[in-house]
């Protein structure tokens, strides 16, 4: 199943809702500097790099996935550019240190108190993190529904209170908020409804591709009636001053 499921998601632009206008207003908030030291933590494809790259023209970004062909996916975007640095691994083991961490849609997987703890020794002093991570928008959420439905796989989404508590569990402290915008998550889904569109002739012939192209596809379709409850809410987040 894990090969069909890449099979579905090579080659898209993105893996994930977003767009450079969140990484813009991330390192505005961060202030980070020209020459800052960056993760790009999760980086799927490498989407991200070109707007971290604006942000920090001469800076380093190391671009870190456990996937090797989005790794691979990656080295053929960046090229040959001195900039970047691209490695398969776990992107919970860096070792900076890092002025900014950037986590698109990939923290879950670590969880966010957890992938903070295990982040802050890659930190320079003053390092900061952003990270996007699922959300309800209202408060309390819905108990059942089409939003529901669609984060069933992932019942520990919760609302930005929820989030902000598992920032500070880590010794952290958020700076600022932002919603990814629908305009995001709709690009993204049209890219990947093209992709689906694309795989079904083969998957006739492939009950595991067909498996995952119908919860894609499920995916797409339940997303526009989730929308107006949930999303990603993307955080900057720092270090907390000792007490």
Known sequence: ???AFFTLYQQLAREGPGEPEDVAWATSVAQIKSNASICDAGCGSGADIRALLKAAPVGQVLAIDAHEPFVEEVRARVGNDPRV???AGD???VEGPFDFIWCAGALYFLGVTEGLERWRNA???DGLVAFSEPCWFNSPPPATGPAMNFWAEYPAITDAA???RRVRAAGFE???TRRISDAAWATYYKSLQARVVELRPRAKADPEL???LEAGQEEIDGWELARHESGYLLSVVR???SP
Do not use: E, F, K, N
């Open 1 to 3: 199943m894990d090969a």
């Open 85 to 87: 640095t691209v490695r």
């Open 91 to 93: 992107m919970g083991a």
């Open 123 to 125: 930190l320079a002093p």
């Open 162 to 164: 929820g989030i902000d």
């Open 174 to 176: 958020t700076i600022a």
């Open 210 to 212: 067909r498996a995952v």
């Open 239 to 241: 270090m907390a001053a």
